[in-house]
């Protein structure tokens, strides 16, 4: 290790070390020669510490601590401790030293007297040793990992990993609450838990944090509730009857140490409240505004209420309870004397207070204001006050039982309130900074006040300097200052419940930790505290005392300083500001402060000539070190402080004592600076990054510029930080003054004053964003130097995405003549020479207008673009081409280039809207000048003419970016346009007319109700006529895609090539001609000028349509809401559309709650369709289901009238029945004849529940009038006319007669018997608009009218439609409906003779189809079930309706068959045949003889429409058809079933034997001998139901299944299991002749128990296939209904 003069290039690039001492022009600095670059220098009283890359760490100087003692200062020596650690930071306190790895681990050497080491027991340390940080406050106790430390004389400082603070040591420097010294078990800080601190430093006997100030970042971190000293709540809750009294005036007892002075040098901690009773704590509640959530960080969980815990900008402030609360009742007014000067001044204030209220109240209705507790109040005062307080507070309180538990209020806040606001979103003020931020914000101020936050904080600075007490702000926005913390309000639960709501409202505001949310935690912070404690005799604390603090305290002063660094020297401080300047504090008897100023005990800026700005700085014992930019290129250093003999570094060791003291005297003979110093030597170190000062040394580290790259970082840095400065100085020089004129919002006018606030946000944003990024540069210089962590390069969105917007604010101010109108206010205030408008504006013209000043100042900011450009450019030049950094660099210099041409085009365009508006004429301007609104070109130099214009007409054509303009006007008048017509570009289509023989040069222009041809003056105009709308059109309608993401990629993607935009678009549009349209707005797709596509139309009365549109009208599938004005309700309609009228299928549901569902035809019901009246809760009292014709009732249907228990099945004609007709009751009337006028009228037949008949004339509904026969039920009848209404005394003229006194039982059933259905609608009249509906789905006029090929086409789109309607809203579909649809889309063949294979693949087709209502016939069958169950269930479920069920269902089959026949044209008709392929008749024969006797041979298959069909149609409607069966067959079946229950109790054998089956075929006969083994049991007398068992089991089948040719199928198989059974008895093959089989067979049915086999037997016969009667199964059928009539008529004996 040698040591050379820094002349000298001694090898290394990087981190090159320089020292010296003191400043005299002779001082040359040396140069430490050592293995890398140096990357962090620590320096202690008269030792230092190294670290070199790699991890190294290197001692040097005086270190008494190592055994090997050496008195002269020793060379750098490697700590060979730490070897094998990586060490990432070092410190060196004034005589002990610490080091911090990669993992986080600390470890101490030095001195340890103080227990600044952190190890017990020794009193010096010669080695590094670990120390470890325990918290054990988790379980089980975790280490700390460490950031980096701070040393000072006897304590040391170690900042987390989770931004808290750590202490060890002696001294209140520690802020540990400890009684006990020294502290060698590193413990928490708690007073700073839960703040996220951004660095520490440590003075000899004094600690500096620098915190972030408390934002929506710090949500995660977990609230404290409890005191950490004394472990009591910190809030606490007092619930009585009507409020709620919520207090923070925690004492701790622990935690106090102060002296009287400080008590009274503290604000007034005045614990005040209302008491309800002595025993009820004092508890100050926390309000804040309704527009905020409650006061999330505002109340900090994490104060423990000791010394006052400062909270974010504008959030409450708890202060500390000075004075212990009295318990007894009264508020506790004890504070030692008051910081007022007297009482009368605290009633002005307190006037001024309420004075204001008032005003806001009459503003806002009500502004919350809340009082400031002031020591000497009465509590009869405070008690009236706080009770006007709580009126005015009124109902928008936003306080809440949560306040309490803290834990759910941290979620309250909204991710986008600004910290400079607090939660209380944008202020009006930002807080004044040495009066406590406790204020309210009214919610409506909110609303109106501007987004000018951080705007206001000066501004609330000169108000303090101006008021003694802290004032309110005037302009029109109340924010109120209060002076205490503790304050009580009385609030109902009603009121918190209400308020515990809290409403967000989004304002712009200055940023928090960036523009945008997610950068945040990526951008350095600039809303930052300092809080300092430990001893203060020299003023280092700040707080303008010399008292000790044993706890943190913020230093207020600097609140809204932007710090971004803080250092401490022996007793001095020193905080360093985003923008470059130096505050320092302390003791300054050698002049370390850099300013000659008292008293010391603040801090003040170090005094700096213009232009020069510090981005490092570091303190030494009696000096301080400064690392600035000035004008030349390489950063320079200044000096402050004491000027160091060269002689006294050589002194002999003589006794430390006697040293320093004659060092004292040199010190007050010897120089010192009184305001810093520039070193001269400092041009010849290179590029310095990095400064440091410790005892009476100078370090500095420098770089060497290796191919222009540390040049061009420095000079990257430096110019954001020029520009940071720069921005800073407008907005404090001209924004500001300009803001807070009182006249201003009345020179701008409305309009422009919110665009000037708009305007001023931005700059904000840009300027807080610029702050962020310097300090980031600035990072980056003094660690890494390098590329990778340039956020410019990562994060260039939001670089470009601030300039953007700014850039756009500027020009929507200019467009609208905001400058024009600034200008009074600014020559009022500027004066008539601007020289500091001009200066900042860097305007180069003579003499110009303060207008044109503005303009270019506002446009200042985007030049900086280029500046971006430029510097990145000559970072690229530093790498290779092919390097990856290359790459980025090259790809963000080339964006920001982009952004600045983009950028001047924005600009130009402003300027030229601007000068069109100042040229326009009259009042059109008012109504078209818009601040987003551009013009792009215009006609007035006559290029442009109207085709068939009026001769005397004047035409004018105005492009903007969103309109086209149309202005109209007669030429010999005054005012020549007289009117103008707005297009809107997103709904204009503009084309050129071919020009072959017309000779004109025309474009046609669309537009949604007009279309007019525009005629230009030559070609090449009409070319730059198209290529400008065509192409603001375009821009209009990517613009407003913008939202979306994709939208915008694949517009710059396509904006270079293509010239046309696209005729399909989405925009939306309002009409204004008369018609049917007139004042609509849609919304959605267009094509060429027409609404087409998906859309929105909503007229101003409230009519909404919502779905797919042709041609500008409806069409296709939509929902129409309309309004029903007298009922308060909506009718709505929800199917298809055609030609703007609901046509085809749809529901519509009135507002009087009746349902319409089914077809639609111009508008009208028309068609199939179901009406249900009534309330939809309840079952509804009727339902109509039926045929329609022009929204009449006509044709066949049903009605079901719920009230009165009757359902008509028959004609209608104009919503009357009329013709023939069906009527049954609830009570079992049956009724068919004649209907006219709605009434039974004419001939017809009524019979009742027990039989008795009329058949004869009615005249009205169940009145007999005229000739007529009334048979009682036993035969009896009446002939003659009868009168009267039935059932309520008939008056008859006629004879009686009694037919069957003498007949024979013969006859007796043939009189009787009335014929019925004889006067009810044939089965082939019902349903005919259902079956016309599906041929006209398949495209034919009518029933087999149309093609085949048409037919499937329509099919084809009907499921892929509805597959697509589908698939927009998948959860309506099942998994397997879908896999339907996709096999449906394979459509069978269908020409060509059909074979047994086609046959059955036609049936599996049918069958699947029939199984989605979104195929035709599905939808066919589906509506058939429904009018079906309709007819037949609930009151439609009489006997006597079996025959026409029957038929009904019959008459399906055939219609069916019939569109099945006309999509399979080769299915032969009725009762043809399908051959079986011959290779099934030799399968046929194989499988033994068995089933031979009854195999007749098939010659092949019938095709019949029941065998086809049924098993599709028959389930579905079987649950209705069976109830009419058994209600039927009731009397038989219960004959029947009685017999079956009484024969059934016999065992097996006395049964065999009763039904006379022959011995043989009983299933066990009677050996002598015990059966062998493998025979069966013998069936003894008793056992019951072994015969025949698998038999029966297999005949109770028949009631599971649906189809006649199913429950035969069944039949057979019982039939064989009998065969089978007998076949093993008698060992032998067997033919069974019906004297046989019968009785079996009998015993089989009475075993199986079927209940209601009489139902069973009659739906076999009515339904069964006509082919089969003759057939083997015929025969079997017959059997079973044999067993069925003997069962019945069985005589038991």
């Not at 604000?267 to 004092?282: C, I, N, Y």
């Not at 467009?815 to 600034?822: C, D, I, K």
């Not at 028959?1514 to 039927?1528: E, H, I, K, S, V």
Request: with cysteine.
């Amino acid at each position: 290790m040698e040591r050379t003069s820094s002349g000298d290039d001694g090898g290394g690039e990087r981190g090159l070390l320089h020292t010296w001492k003191g400043y005299s022009y002779s001082v040359t600095p040396e140069r430490l020669l050592l293995r890398g670059p140096v990357l962090q220098v620590a320096l202690g009283t008269r030792h230092g510490v190294l670290l070199v890359e790699g991890g190294l760490v290197y001692s040097f100087g005086e270190l008494p601590w190592k055994q090997s003692h050496v008195p002269e200062p020793a060379k750098p020596t490697l700590e060979s401790a730490l070897s094998g650690q990586r060490v990432v930071a070092v410190a060196a306190g004034s005589f002990h030293s610490g080091a911090v790895t990669e993992d986080g681990g600390v470890h101490m050497w030095g001195d340890n007297a103080s227990g600044q080491c952190g190890l017990s027991g020794l009193s010096t340390v010669p080695n590094p040793t670990p120390v470890a940080l325990v918290d054990t406050d988790t379980t089980p106790p975790q280490t700390v990992p460490v950031l980096e430390l701070a040393c000072g004389e006897q304590h040391t400082l170690a900042l987390s990993a989770q931004r808290e603070v750590w202490a060890w040591g002696s001294g209140c420097q520690l802020g540990l609450n400890v009684a006990v010294f020294p502290v060698w078990k590193p413990q928490k800080v708690e007073h700073l838990a839960g703040r996220y601190v951004l660095q520490v430093a440590c003075g000899a006997s004094h600690s500096l944090a620098l915190v972030r100030c408390l934002g929506p970042q710090d949500i995660h971190r977990p609230p404290i509730d409890k005191c950490r000293q004394c472990n009591q709540l910190l809030f606490t809750m007092t619930d009585k009857e009507d409020h709620v009294i919520i207090s923070d005036a925690h004492y701790c007892p622990l935690s106090v140490e102060l002296t009287e002075d400080e008590v009274r040098l503290q604000a007034p901690a005045l614990t005040q409240g209302l008491k309800m009773s002595p025993s009820e704590p004092v508890l100050p509640s926390h309000t804040s505004t309704s527009n905020s959530p409650p006061p999330t960080k505002g109340v900090d969980p994490t104060q423990d209420s000791e010394k006052e815990s400062a909270l974010a900008n504008g959030a409450l402030t708890a202060r500390d309870s000075g004075t212990p609360a009295q318990s007894g009742g009264g508020v506790v007014v004890g504070v030692k004397s008051s910081p007022y000067p007297d009482e009368q001044a605290v009633k002005d204030y307190l006037k001024k207070l309420s004075e204001a209220e008032q005003m806001a109240k009459a503003t806002a209705g009500g502004t919350h204001t809340l009082l400031s507790s002031a020591g000497g109040l009465s509590s009869s005062t405070l008690n009236s006050l706080v009770a006007s307080c709580a009126s005015a507070v009124g109902e928008r309180v936003a306080s809440t039982y949560e306040a309490l538990s803290l834990k759910k209020m941290m979620n309250y806040l909204p991710s986008g309130v600004a910290k400079a606001g607090g939660p209380a979103g944008l202020m009006s003020a930002v807080c004044d900074n040495t009066t406590e931020r406790v204020r309210l914000e009214d919610s409506m101020q909110a609303k109106k006040s501007s987004s000018t936050g951080d705007i206001r904080e000066e501004e609330a600075e000169g108000l303090r300097r101006r008021l003694s007490l802290p004032g309110l702000l005037s302009q029109g926005r109340y924010a109120v200052h209060l002076l205490s913390t503790s304050y009580t309000l009385l609030l109902s639960p009603r009121l918190l419940r209400k308020a515990c709501r809290p409403r967000m409202r989004a304002v712009a505001l200055t940023p928090l930790g960036g523009p945008v949310p997610e950068a945040q935690e990526v951008f350095p912070t600039l809303q930052t505290e300092v809080w300092s404690w430990g001893h203060g005799e020299h003023g280092q604390l700040g707080h303008g005392d010399s008292l000790a603090r044993v706890q943190p305290l913020c230093i207020k002063s600097l609140n809204s300083k932007e710090v971004v660094r803080v250092a401490a020297g022996a007793h001095h401080s020193l905080a360093l500001t985003a923008q470059s300047q130096v505050f320092s504090w302390g003791s300054n008897s050698f002049g370390q402060l850099g300013h000659m100023e008292s008293p010391s005990t603040v801090p003040r800026l170090a005094k700096l000539s213009e232009g020069i700005r510090v981005w490092d700085m570091s303190a030494g014992e009696r000096h301080t070190l400064l690392l600035a930019d000035g004008d030349c290129l390489r950063p320079i250093i200044y000096y402050s402080g004491q000027q160091v003999k060269e002689e006294a570094e050589e002194s002999p060791a003589k006794e430390l004592g006697q040293q320093e003291e004659e060092e004292e005297e040199e010190q007050r003979a010897g120089s010192y600076t009184q305001q810093p110093v520039l070193l001269p030597f400092c041009m010849d170190l290179g590029y310095v990054s990095n400064v440091f000062a410790g005892g009476q040394r100078c370090v500095a580290l420098s770089d060497m510029n290796v191919m222009g790259f540390i040049a061009s970082l420095h000079e990257l840095a430096s110019a954001e930080r020029k520009f940071y400065c720069k921005l800073c100085n407008i907005k404090t020089q001209i924004i500001r003054p300009l803001l807070e004129m009182e006249s201003l919002s009345s020179a701008l006018g409305q309009t422009a004053t919110g665009l000037l606030h708009t305007l001023i946000g931005r700059f904000s944003l840009l300027c807080h964003l610029t702050g962020q990024h310097a300090a980031s540069l600035t990072a980056n210089l003094r660690r890494v130097r390098d590329v990778n962590s340039l956020l410019i390069l990562d994060h260039a969105s939001i670089f470009l995405d601030s300039y953007t917007e700014y850039c756009s604010a500027v020009g929507n101010f200019q467009v609208m003549g905001g400058f024009q109108t600034l200008t009074k206010p600014s020559l009022d205030f500027f004066g008539k020479s601007p020289e500091l408008l001009k200066k900042l504006s860097e305007c180069s013209e003579e003499n110009p207008t303060m207008a044109d000043l503005l303009v270019a100042l506002f446009y200042l900011p985007t030049r900086h673009l280029h500046e971006y450009g430029r510097l990145l450019l000559k970072l690229v030049t530093c790498f290779e081409v092919c390097s990856n950094d290359y790459q980025r660099l090259q790809d963000s210099c080339s964006k920001f280039e982009a952004l600045a041409l983009q950028l001047k085009r924005k600009r130009k365009d402003a300027d030229y809207t601007f000068h069109f508006w100042k040229s326009f004429p009259g009042k059109m301007t008012d109504s078209l000048r818009k601040p987003r609104r551009r013009l792009i070109c215009e006609s007035s130099n006559k290029a442009l003419m109207l085709q068939n214009a009026g001769r005397f007409s004047v035409n004018w054509f105005i492009v903007f970016n969103d309109a086209l303009v149309h202005a109209q006007g007669v030429a010999p008048c005054k005012n020549l346009f007289s009117t103008h017509h707005v297009f809107p570009l997103a709904t204009l289509w503009v084309e050129p007319i071919p020009e072959e023989n017309t000779g004109l040069h025309g474009l046609k222009v669309i537009t949604p109700e007009e279309t007019f041809t525009l005629l230009a003056s030559s070609p090449m105009e009409k070319t730059k006529w198209l290529r400008s709308i065509n192409q603001a059109v375009d821009q209009a309608l990517s613009a407003a895609a913008r939202d979306s993401a994709a939208a915008r990629d694949s517009a710059s993607a396509d904006s270079g090539q293509k010239l046309e935009p696209p005729t399909s678009r989405t925009a939306s549009y309002t009409f204004y001609k008369d018609g049917r349209l007139k004042e609509a707005t849609y919304e959605g797709r267009w094509l060429a000028g027409k609404p087409n596509g998906r859309g929105v139309l909503k007229w101003p009365d409230g009519r909404i349509y919502t779905g797919s549109f042709k041609n500008g009208l409806e069409d296709g599938f939509g929902e129409f809401l309309a309004p029903n004005k007298t009922l308060n309700k909506n009718d709505q309609y929800l199917g298809h559309w055609k030609d703007g009228k609901m046509h085809g299928l749809g529901t519509y549901r009135y507002a009087s709650g009746e349902v319409y569902d089914g077809s639609f035809q111009d508008s009208m019901r028309h068609g199939h369709g179901m009406l249900r009246s009534g309330k939809l809760n309840t079952s509804s009292p009727s339902v109509f289901i039926g045929q329609w014709l022009q929204d009449k009732k006509t044709g066949y249907g049903v009605f079901d009238d719920i009230t009165k228990g009757e359902k008509y099945m028959g004609m209608w004609q104009d919503h009357l029945r009329q013709g023939t007709g069906v009527v049954v009751t609830q009570f079992g009337l049956y009724y068919e004849g004649a209907f006219k006028d709605n009434k039974m009228m004419g001939t017809g037949i009524l019979l009742s529940e027990d039989d008795t008949t009329y058949e004869g004339e009615f005249s009205d509904d169940w009145t007999l009038n005229g000739k007529g026969t009334l048979t009682m039920a036993n035969g009896d009848f009446l002939e003659g006319s009868f009168n009267g209404e039935w059932g309520s005394g008939l008056k008859v003229t006629g004879s009686y007669f009694k037919p069957h006194l003498f007949d024979t039982d013969k006859d007796k059933d043939k009189t009787r018997a009335v014929k019925l259905g004889c006067l009810c609608v044939c089965a082939e009249d019902k349903w005919q608009a259902v079956f016309e509906e599906c041929w006209s789905q398949l495209g034919c006029e009518a029933a087999g009218r149309g093609e085949n090929r048409k037919a499937w086409e329509n099919i084809a789109v009907a499921l892929t439609t509805s597959r697509q309607h589908i698939a927009d809203s998948p959860e309506t579909l099942s998994r397997s409906h879908s896999r339907t649809l996709e096999s449906l889309e394979v459509i069978p063949q269908h020409v060509g003779p059909i074979t047994m294979e086609r046959y059955h693949s036609i049936r599996l087709y049918l069958l699947k189809a029939c199984d989605t209502p979104l195929h035709p016939l599905g939808r066919l069958l589906e509506t058939l079930v429904a009018v079906y169950r309709m007819t037949y269930v609930g009151v439609g479920a009489n006997r006597r309706l079996l025959p026409q069920a029957v038929n009904e269902i019959k008459s399906y089959l055939n219609c069916i068959f019939q569109i099945v026949r006309f999509l399979f044209p080769d299915l032969p008709e009725e009762g043809g045949l399908i051959p079986e392929p011959t290779t099934n008749l030799q399968d046929k024969k194989e499988p033994g003889s068995t089933d031979a006797p009854l195999e007749s041979p098939k010659p092949g298959r019938v095709v019949s429409s029941s065998a086809l069909l049924l098993p599709v149609l028959l389930p579905r409607l079987y649950p209705p058809l069976f109830t009419l069966y058994a209600l039927d067959k009731e009397r038989e079946d219960d004959v029947y079933w009685d017999c079956v229950l009484r024969l059934n109790k016999q065992p097996d054998m006395a049964l065999l034997a009763f039904l006379g089956v022959q011995q043989k075929f009983w299933p066990v006969s009677f050996p002598v001998s015990m059966p062998a083994l493998g025979e069966k049991q013998q069936v003894l007398s008793s056992t019951k139901d072994a015969c025949f068992a698998s038999a029966v089991e297999t005949l109770q089948q028949i009631s599971t299944t649906f189809t006649p040719s199913d429950k035969l199928q069944v039949i057979q198989l019982t039939f064989e299991e009998i065969t089978q059974e007998v076949q093993s008895l008698l060992k032998q093959d067997f033919l069974w002749s019906m004297d046989d089989l019968f009785p079996v067979f009998l015993y089989v049915v009475l075993r199986s128990r079927i209940r209601n086999l009489g139902s069973e037997v009659s739906l076999i016969e009515d339904l069964m296939d006509p082919c089969v009667q003759h057939g083997e199964h015929g025969i079997m059928f017959t059997t079973l209904k044999a067993c069925y009539y003997q069962i019945q008529h069985e005589k038991i004996t």
